[in-house]
């Protein structure tokens, strides 16, 4: 099991991967009441959207944003430690077909007088290792009985 203690900077945490197709953007939409065309319409999307032409509608960005989430709280929730802040940008658009995964690197670890926390570099990938999406996690976890005592003596 995950423990403050166990981590070390460098550390490896692999989230769920996720098959995206045009029922899981839908639902997406649905849950989020983000109908945007270029979500939904392929006809909005054959010519040039601003400054880019997708090819086709795309997965809503913030649905990285939940994976990651769902990765991070995975992998906190068991040593009772919790998601604080994330913060992410997207890099690639995703399509009806990919199939993307988050991963977290640990970067640091830093022990206060109140709590222990972990910072974590997080992206997300494809099914051909593009970065599609990136950030960086910061997780609480709380101090330990024995270890708020020694801090606050």
């Not at 166990?6 to 997406?28: E, K």
């Not at 649905?30 to 006809?43: E, I």
């Not at 970067?107 to 099914?127: G, H």
Request: glycine share 10%; aromatic share 8%.
């Amino acid at each position: 099991m995950t423990s403050f203690e166990n981590l070390s900077v460098g550390d490896t945490i692999n989230g769920p991967t996720f098959d995206v197709s045009r029922d899981s953007i839908r639902l997406f939409c649905d849950g989020s009441l983000d109908y945007n065309p270029l979500h939904l319409d392929d006809d909005y999307m054959k010519n040039s959207f601003g400054k880019t032409n997708f090819g086709g509608i795309i997965m809503h960005g913030m649905n990285n944003f939940g994976l990651i989430t769902r990765m991070l709280t995975d992998w906190a929730y068991p040593a009772g430690a919790i998601q604080r802040r994330l913060e992410t940008r997207w890099l690639k658009p995703v399509k009806p077909g990919d199939t993307i995964q988050p991963v977290g690197v640990v970067k640091s670890k830093q022990l206060t007088q109140k709590s222990r926390w972990v910072l974590i570099d997080v992206l997300v990938r494809n099914q051909k290792g593009e970065h599609v999406a990136a950030g960086e996690a910061m997780v609480e976890f709380p101090l330990s009985g024995s270890m708020a005592a020694s801090i606050a003596s």
